[in-house]
């Protein structure tokens, strides 16, 4: 069966760093293209980043563009998102999908003084 699992939310600081990881399994998960979502609350949920197989990033939401970076290590099944310099307004459930379909559970981020 397709599972996403994200985990590494947390609370922080503005300024802070914080990594989130999503273990993908039952797929062969180096043939999709992975991407990051995030819902804000009282917000609609919007995507974050598109990683293809090769790991090139495709996407990347403006409002992120030169904090966070999505990768992908095939090997390990494994989508990451590097999120550095986190502003309050990056506070969400941040969700992995795949070919934004199937979905994981979400991890928090909350970033606030």
């Known amino acids: 069966q397709v599972q996403l699992v994200e985990s590494g939310g947390g609370s922080v600081h503005p300024g802070g760093s914080l990594r989130l990881s999503c273990a993908a399994s039952?797929?062969?998960?180096?043939?999709?293209?992975m991407s990051w979502f995030r819902r804000a609350p009282g917000r609609e949920r919007v995507l974050v980043a598109n990683v293809i197989p090769s790991n090139t990033t495709t996407y990347l939401l403006d409002s992120v563009k030169g904090r966070f970076t999505a990768f992908r290590d095939n090997d390990k099944n494994t989508l990451y998102l590097q999120m550095n310099n986190l502003r309050p307004e990056d506070t969400a459930v941040y969700y992995c999908?795949?070919?934004?379909?199937?979905w994981g559970q979400g991890t928090q981020v909350t970033v606030s003084s």
């Open positions: 039952g797929f062969p998960f180096s043939r999709y293209v």
């Open positions: 999908s795949r070919d934004s379909t199937t």
